[in-house]
């Protein structure tokens, strides 16, 4: 069996997350799942994430929708509790320079954007969202692999904008205290539903989404805290897929 949950997993948050797959492996094991002991890292994400021994995994609503759906299993999605999003659901803030003297998101016509990728629900269809409802577009991409990354190209200068994720924005303002006090937002994009969690397409999805329920109303404050999860939330499959997808170039690794 395999299990991940890439995500947010940055080598800073590493502890607490194994933490809360221990408390996740309990669970299964009550239910009679065996699990592996450790969390897989290092690897392809498309490999992980269509394997059929896949037992608990973490993806983005992109993949999830354009390519994984119908060979994997929903299991559901954790809560992040974030300020005016519906349970399990999420969105990204929209970053520019702090210093930077444009205000409305539509003065930033013509900026070039930072994504993570273009496979990304929250760094390239939140941003393609924005603009499209302001009327702006983007000159150009410098394409950085990773959230964090983007961020810093914004606070560099090497972008005007970058679309990061309200969990992953979290963490940029823990761990990355200098570039998130270079950085302010701009706006916000719509809700929508958080990022999945999947399994094996054979795997009981019943039994693991019990697991993961079970073990997510056991995490200790301290810990749940840390993760910025509140809850478990089972989302219908039909709306990750009701999702509106812009086109883009094609990537054919997930990154980050």
């Known amino acids: 069996m395999i299990a991940a949950l890439p995500m947010y997993d940055w080598t800073e948050e590493e502890p607490a997350i194994d933490a809360l797959w221990q408390l996740i492996r309990n669970a299964l094991d009550n ?68 210093d930077d003297p444009r205000r409305s998101i539509a003065d930033f016509d013509g900026v070039i954007l930072a994504l993570n990728g273009f496979d990304s629900q929250s760094g390239w269809v939140a941003a393609a969202d924005v603009a499209d409802i302001a ?81 997510t109303a056991q995490l200790p404050e301290s810990l749940a805290a840390r993760l910025g999860i509140t809850g478990f939330v089972r989302i219908p499959a039909e709306d990750y897929l009701a999702v509106h997808t812009p086109s883009a170039p094609t990537q054919t690794e997930p990154v980050l």
């Open 135 to 215: 009327g702006l577009h983007f000159r150009d991409f410098h394409h950085t692999g990773a959230h964090r990354d983007s961020a810093l190209a914004v606070a560099d200068g090497r972008a005007g904008l970058a679309a990061i994720d309200a969990v992953t924005w979290r963490l940029v303002e823990r761990h990355m205290p200098g570039t998130s006090a270079d950085l302010r937002i701009v706006t916000s994009s719509t809700p929508t539903p958080a990022p999945p969690l999947i399994c094996g397409a054979d795997l009981p999805v019943e039994l693991i989404a019990e697991a993961v329920a079970t073990a």
């Open 31 to 98: 239910v009679g799942l065996a699990s592996p002991e450790r969390l897989a890292r290092g690897q392809s994400l498309w490999d992980i994430w269509e394997a059929p021994d896949l037992i608990l995994g973490q993806t983005c609503g992109l993949p999830y929708r354009s390519r994984l759906h119908g060979n994997a299993r929903l299991v559901g999605t954790f809560d992040y509790g974030l300020p005016g999003a519906p349970p399990g659901h999420y969105y990204s803030h929209i970053v520019a320079r702090a």
